[in-house]
C-alpha cells in the first residue's frame, strides 16, 4: 500500500528499506483498486530495497494497493 493523505501531490516516491518479506528478484506491481498505475521493483539479498522510484507522482489524497507479481528471470 502507497499512500498519499496529505493536501498536495507528492512526486517522485521511493521505497527503501534494508529488509523485506520478499525474495531477491524483480516484481511488477498492478494496482488493485482497479487504476491504471502500475510499477516495478527490484529487490536485493535479504530482501532489501534500495530508494527505488516507484511512482513518478501520487495525487493528494489517494492511494495505490499492489499485487506483486515475481518477473521471469532473464
Known amino acids: 500500500v502507497i499512500a498519499n493523505v496529505g493536501d498536495s501531490a507528492v512526486t517522485n516516491v521511493r521505497l527503501q528499506s534494508a529488509r523485506t518479506g520478499l525474495s531477491a528478484g524483480r516484481y511488477a ?28 507522482t501520487i495525487p493528494p489524497k489517494s492511494a495505490y494497493v499492489f499485487d506483486l507479481t515475481a518477473s521471469p528471470a532473464r
Request: aromatic fraction near 0%.
Open 29 to 56: 506491481g498492478r494496482d488493485m483498486l482497479g487504476t491504471s498505475v502500475s510499477t516495478g521493483l527490484r529487490v536485493r539479498a535479504r530482501g532489501a530495497l534500495s530508494s527505488q522510484v516507484v511512482l513518478p
